[in-house]
T-cell receptor, first 114, second 115 residues
Framework: AQSVAQPEDQVNVAEGNPLTVKCTYS??????LFWYVQYPNRGLQFLLK??????LVKGSYGFEAEFNKSQTSFHLKKPSALVSDSALYFC????????????FGGGTRVLVKP | DAGVIQSPRHEVTEMGQEVTLRCKPI?????LFWYRQTMMRGLELLIY????????DSGMPEDRFSAKMPNASFSTLKIQPSEPRDSAVYFC?????????????FGSGTQLSVL
């Protein structure tokens, strides 16, 4: 079975400060890993993904994430947060050998204060 | 491209009534997913289709829920009879198989309230 944990329900950060949203995963095989963002009253939007290769993945809106196999983590980061980054962020995982089923974490609400 | 289109955006119904949610995936996408989002349970995969065929419906909560995909451009999720605990936001998403098939495109969701 595959699972994702996002240990923080909410992250508060001041505008201009670095932002980190944590994610750990569990799969039996090799993972595909993703981050999605959800703004109020909208569907989820793709931010970035790790499939293979470089452990540091760069995505939309200045976000990046680092795949750490030994720690089974895929934390989302942004060097300088904007107020407009305030949203709900979801980490997701798919076991490459388990069909096309994507499992999402519980989500982390990010609040960036001016 | 208009993206994934879901209807209705909001649905308010009474317990016991039949509810039908609709989804039009992005043209050319061969995977379609139905998710349910609640505060308590987060985002749950209900069922997904590949080339109009249901592949995994293990997330469908019970027999009151059913989903169909009669063609590549349309899918429905039906709840009959509906119950208050079905109140949630239901999302449809689609993707295309290939090296970038991991990128899901979500619709704006249907907010369902069962009174």
């Amino acid at each position: 079975a595959q699972s994702v944990a996002q240990p923080e329900d909410q992250v508060n950060v001041a505008e201009g400060n670095p932002l980190t949203v944590k994610c750990t995963y569990s799969v039996s095989g090799n993972p595909y890993l993703f981050w999605y963002v959800q703004y109020p009253n909208r569907g989820l939007q793709f931010l970035l993904k790790y499939i293979t290769g470089d452990n540091l993945v760069k995505g939309s809106y200045g976000f990046e994430a680092e795949f750490n196999k030994s720690q089974t983590s895929f934390h989302l980061k942004k060097p300088s947060a904007l107020v407009s980054d305030s949203a709900l962020y979801f980490c997701a995982v798919r076991d490459r050998a388990a069909g096309n089923k994507l499992t999402f974490g519980g989500g982390t609400r990010v609040l960036v204060k001016p | 491209d208009a993206g994934v289109i879901q209807s209705p955006r909001h649905e308010v119904t009474e317990m016991g009534q039949e509810v039908t949610l609709r989804c039009k995936p992005i043209s050319g996408h061969d995977y379609l997913f139905w998710y349910r989002q609640t505060m308590m349970r987060g985002l749950e995969l209900l069922i997904y289709f590949n080339n109009n065929v249901p592949i995994d419906d293990s997330g469908m909560p019970e027999d009151r829920f059913s989903a169909k995909m009669p063609n590549a451009s349309f899918s429905t999720l039906k709840i009959q009879p509906s119950e208050p605990r079905d109140s949630a936001v239901y999302f449809c998403a689609s993707s295309r198989q290939g090296t970038n098939n991991e990128k899901l495109f979500f619709g704006s969701g249907t907010q369902l309230s069962v009174l």
